[in-house]
C-alpha cells in the first residue's frame, strides 16, 4: 500500500493505556479516518469506533462480519502469523506459526473451542503480506515469551 509503518507502544498494561497510545499516535499523524480489523468482535470494533468519534475522524471496518468467507480468504491468500497465544490448547509452539488451513483445521480440533479469528482474546496476529501490500513485510527477528498459560511473540526486525 505504500504507507509508513508506525508503531506504537502503550506504556501501561491496562485498556485505557493501549487507548490512549493509539489516540495519541492518530493525533500526532493527523489522519482523517481509522480502520479496524475486527471481524467479530463487538469489543474490538468499538474500541476503534470510540476512539474516531472522540477524534472526530471516520471509522472503518472492511472485514466487519465476513466470517468463514474471510478465514478461507486469509489462508489462501495472506501470509499472516501467530503473534500472541491466550487460551487452553494454544501452547508456546504455536508462536510465530503461519496462520494457514493446518491451523485452522488444529484450531476446529480443540475440545474447548475457540474463534476460528483468535478475536474472543486467545491470540492475535501479524499479517505480513496481503494483495494489497505494495510489498510484502520480512519478519527477520523473534523474540518469544510464554508464562505457560499465555505467551507474545514480538517482532524485533522487520525488512
Not at 117 to 126: D, I, R, V
Request: include cysteine; hydrophobic fraction near 40%.
Amino acid at each position: 500500500m505504500g504507507l509508513p509503518i508506525r508503531f506504537v507502544k502503550a506504556d501501561g498494561k491496562e485498556e485505557k493505556d493501549e487507548l490512549e497510545a493509539m489516540k495519541n499516535a492518530l493525533l500526532e499523524m493527523r489522519v482523517d479516518g481509522v480502520a479496524a480489523g475486527a471481524i467479530k468482535s463487538e469489543y474490538q470494533k468499538e474500541r476503534v469506533d470510540r476512539i474516531a468519534h472522540e477524534l472526530g475522524i471516520r471509522s472503518f471496518a472492511p472485514i466487519w462480519r465476513t466470517g468463514e468467507r474471510l478465514l478461507e480468504e486469509q489462508c489462501r491468500y495472506f501470509e499472516s502469523y501467530i503473534v500472541a497465544v491466550a487460551a487452553e490448547g494454544l501452547h508456546e509452539g504455536m508462536l510465530t506459526r503461519k496462520f494457514d488451513a493446518d491451523f485452522v483445521k488444529y484450531l476446529r480440533a480443540l475440545k474447548t473451542p475457540v474463534s476460528l479469528h483468535l478475536e474472543g482474546g486467545e491470540g492475535e496476529t501479524f499479517v505480513a503480506n496481503a494483495p494489497f501490500f505494495k510489498n510484502g513485510l520480512k519478519i527477520r527477528e523473534w523474540r518469544k515469551r510464554f508464562d505457560g498459560a499465555r505467551g507474545v511473540a514480538d517482532i524485533l526486525s522487520l525488512s
